[in-house]
């Protein structure tokens, strides 16, 4: 199947999803109520539940797994490395200390600025420390390095924090939840999403040429060193919006670009658009099973259940490959 | 026809490329021969832009212009095996696309006159981690001849190759130069440089020492002093 | 290079024992001092005030924003249940949680009834009067209104109480009812919390000086609307740190809050 069908595919599997999304909650919503909530012309609490509570949540779920899958999809092309993904090179590691900090210091509004903030400040010190050599393997142990240290400031940051409850409630921050989306993320968070995935995108035609080694690439006339600034900052703002919403969910910027790869054999450059729609795709998915399956107690987090969901499918398709 | 003016090339405190000034002449096919560690693939590296140096070439200094005026073959290319061999082939037309990376007509028959040129046009539609080591060389260099450019360096091609694919590969090099492409070519079997090449650079330990045509270079004289070889194979210690 | 390990030695380790001196561990108290280590038992001892010029220590969280500890009292040194720290303490009569190792260990509940039995606990042991029966006529004078309006308590993280909390006690003694029919502390979801329809939103721990990543109750755009939309009591989160003197309090307030809406 042609890469454009295959675009498509999965583009209207993403809507289906979120469609089908706004029909599972904790509440039970008669199907026409729910698209007249769309439009509200549902009753006050029913319109208030579709449009500010579950549409919020599919929209950012969407965002969230479309900044994943694509920056993981990019991450991966450039490095020629099937392990690289943005949790590996610390670009989650420096949202989340931005976002760990605006609490910290009790500015809780600044939270998505932190987490942005800081991913770029990430991004911009990976760039430096492998200035001498731009590409791959400067790229991933800088980025491995910085990651390494964000980790470790924000883990002492919690440690010196004067809210007793700051451990747990960082606990399960990492674990990763959409449960608090609401309408204003997604209008802060989808702009800045959808540039980086922009950024993403038009790093695609270059990835190709890398694949034949940095230094054929750059005598075609690609430059090694723009590439990496578009993709950094492409990742950085996908990432940062992404934790600054939804906590750290990892994984996802891991596996869905080899699980699309396996399957539309696709080249590096049209892999990070399909890797957007997959991974928003599958986020989707994954956060509307947790809504139908948790109960009154203590919700799954995504962070959780996109680990235990997305490892064993990975696993299958390693072996069948082999 | 390319120039080079004293060419240095720099690692910290120590000097690879010491100095180097020389011409090649349009339709010369050259062979770069020494010893290991002499500065060949360094000063390959320089005229492609690759490494910074000090001196001048001819060539344009922007990126994208010299793209289109040289193509490289690194000494260790790669791949992605996945990829259809035509598909690898294409990439040599990447200075000439626009952003849209849509191949025109004249795109398309570079590929194809490339791909006859080297016969990989039989490989079109295999991917390319199926070919074996000598089929795979003959697809990189398809991809350096698809951008159809007046100077083309090579770092080493024909090592790891079977002497059939050492010739063929050859073969192919001497027919380009025929065309009118200038040819700079490190290799490292000095055989083939004096059975292919019209001139022969000699380089060692950074300087070119010799700039001779391909029949005279290799003198007893010169295989003892750069190489310490005899011409009967024998080492020199 | 023993002659250097030995003369340090001998300068270091006598300097080291008046150092190990200087914590004090041998305190001057007098002798039936007391000493709290939790904010819970602070809340009892001031109900207590002949008690006041016994106290030694009050808990470590004594000059938080969740302590209602007096002025005059602030300044009293801070006691927590580390086993080091509290040997400073060894020679007073220590208040503790339930579940303590302190002297005297208070019950844990979630009712009025929590109240008195730790009340006349702490009364019995250390020679005071029992101020229970105040507290209970304070209780019984509460002018309940004729309807009850149905209440809905959430605190900032979007957590509410439902029966058998001490939060619903209060609710109760002040002549509301509490919408929240589960039993028990929980975290409703905010679809569930959206379709509830109280007459009174009462939020309390709201001004808590720690922003947390969970601070569903400010941050969530449509949980904030709807408690914007809705009549609102707030009440003091040093009230009610535990089921303790502070609940008759609480539940005034809130009647008092409940009539002027």
Excluded at chain 1, 68 to 91: E, H, I, K, M, Y
Excluded at chain 2, 101 to 107: G, H, I, P, R, T
Excluded at chain 3, 206 to 221: C, E, F, V
Aim: charged content about 15%; overall charge neutral.
């Amino acid at each position: 199947m042609s890469t454009r069908r295959w675009l498509f595919l999965v583009g209207s599997f993403c809507v289906a999803a979120g469609l089908m999304s706004l029909f599972i909650g904790s509440t039970w919503i008669a199907v026409p109520d729910v698209l007249k909530g769309l439009t509200g012309r549902a009753s006050g609490p029913v319109n208030t539940i579709i449009q500010d509570i579950r549409l919020p949540r599919a929209l950012l779920a969407a965002l969230v797994g479309a900044g994943l899958g694509a920056s993981g999809a990019t991450l991966q092309g450039f490095t020629r490395n099937p392990l690289a993904a943005p949790g590996l090179l610390g670009f989650s590691a420096c949202a989340a200390l931005g976002a760990v900090l605006a609490l910290y210091f009790n500015v809780p509004a600044l939270i998505m600025p932190a987490a942005i903030g800081f991913a770029l400040l990430g991004a911009l010190a990976m760039t430096m420390f492998s200035r001498r050599k731009p590409g791959a393997s400067g790229l991933v142990l800088a980025g491995i390095g910085i990651g390494a240290l964000a980790t470790a400031i924000t883990g002492l940051i919690m440690n010196l924090a004067p809210n007793p409850w700051a451990l747990s409630e960082l606990v399960y921050w990492l674990m990763g939840s959409l449960k608090n989306a609401d309408r204003v993320d997604v209008l802060i968070a989808g702009p800045l999403t959808l540039a980086g995935c922009i950024l993403l995108f038009l790093s695609g035609p270059a990835l190709r040429v890398l694949g034949l080694g940095e230094d054929t690439a750059q005598s075609l006339g690609i430059s090694v060193g723009r590439t990496q600034w578009l993709i950094v900052l492409g990742c950085a703002l996908c990432i940062g919006s992404g934790v600054a919403v939804a906590g750290a969910i990892g994984f996802v910027g891991l596996f869905v670009p080899h699980i699309l790869r396996f399957l539309t054999e696709a080249d590096e450059a049209w892999l990070i658009p399909l890797s957007a729609l997959g991974g928003a795709s599958f986020l989707v998915v994954i956060d509307s099973l947790i809504r139908a399956t948790s109960g009154p107690g203590t919700p799954l987090y995504l962070g959780i259940v996109t680990s235990l969901i997305g490892v064993p499918f990975f696993l299958w398709l390693a072996w069948r490959q082999s | 026809m390319i120039d080079l003016k004293n060419i240095s090339v720099r690692y910290g405190r120590k000097t690879v490329v010491d100095d180097v000034s020389v011409t090649a002449n349009a339709g010369q096919f050259i062979a770069l021969v020494g010893p290991n560690g002499s500065g060949k693939s360094s000063l390959l590296k320089a005229v492609a832009g690759l490494l910074p140096h000090d001196g001048a070439t001819s060539l344009p200094s922007s990126r994208t212009d010299r793209a289109k005026q040289l193509s490289y073959l690194a000494q260790n290319c790669t791949a992605p095996d996945h990829r259809n061999v035509e598909e690898i082939i294409a990439l040599g037309r990447t200075p000439f696309l626009g952003p849209l990376s849509k191949l025109s007509e004249a795109d398309q028959s570079a590929i194809d006159s490339a791909a006859k040129a080297c016969e990989t046009y039989q490989y079109f539609g295999r991917e390319f981690g199926t070919l074996s080591g000598g089929e795979q060389m003959r697809v990189h260099l398809s991809r350096a001849l698809a951008t159809d450019t007046p100077l083309l360096l090579a770092d080493e091609p024909t090592t790891a190759l079977d002497p059939y694919y050492q010739i063929s590969l050859m073969n192919i090099l001497r027919a380009s130069a025929d065309a009118g492409k200038t040819l700079i070519v490190a290799l490292h079997d000095l055989k083939l440089a004096e059975r292919f090449a019209d001139r022969i650079w000699v380089m060692q330990a950074g300087r070119l020492v010799a700039n001779e045509p391909a029949e005279k270079a290799l003198s007893e004289a010169m295989l003892h002093d750069v190489f310490r070889v005899t011409l009967s194979g024998e080492i020199i210690d | 290079m023993t002659w250097i390990h030995k003369s340090l030695n001998s300068v270091i380790f006598p300097a080291l024992i008046p150092l190990a001196g200087c914590n004090g561990i041998e305190a001057e108290l007098p002798r039936n001092a007391i000493v709290s280590t939790s904010l819970c038992a602070d809340g009892y001892l001031h109900a207590l005030p002949e008690l006041e010029p016994r106290l030694a220590a009050l808990s470590w969280q004594s000059r938080s924003a969740l302590s209602r500890t007096p002025d005059n009292l602030r300044p009293l040194p801070q006691a927590d249940n580390d086993p080091e720290r509290r040997l400073k303490w060894a020679g007073a009569i220590e208040i503790s949680n339930a579940g303590g190792s302190g002297d005297i260990d208070l019950n844990w509940g979630e009712d009025f009834e929590t109240v008195w039995a730790n009340l006349a606990l702490l009364s019995s042991n250390l020679d005071v009067a029992d101020p229970s029966g105040a507290l209970k006529a304070r209780l019984k004078a509460i002018d309940k209104p004729v309807t009850a309006p149905r209440i809905l308590y959430i605190d900032r993280s979007g957590a509410s109480a439902g029966p058998r909390t001490f939060v619903n006690a209060v609710i109760e003694a002040a002549g509301g009812t509490n919408l929240i029919q589960n039993p028990g502390w929980q975290s409703p979801d905010t679809e569930s919390l959206i379709l509830l329809q109280p007459d009174i939103i009462l939020t309390s721990f709201m001004g808590s000086s720690y922003a947390g990543i969970n601070d569903r109750t400010l941050r969530h755009a449509a949980l904030a609307d709807k408690i914007e939309a809705l009549p609102r009591i707030d009440l003091p989160g040093s009230l009610w740190p535990c089921a303790g003197p502070g609940l008759v309090e609480a539940a005034e307030q809130l009647n008092q809050a409940m009539a002027k809406l």
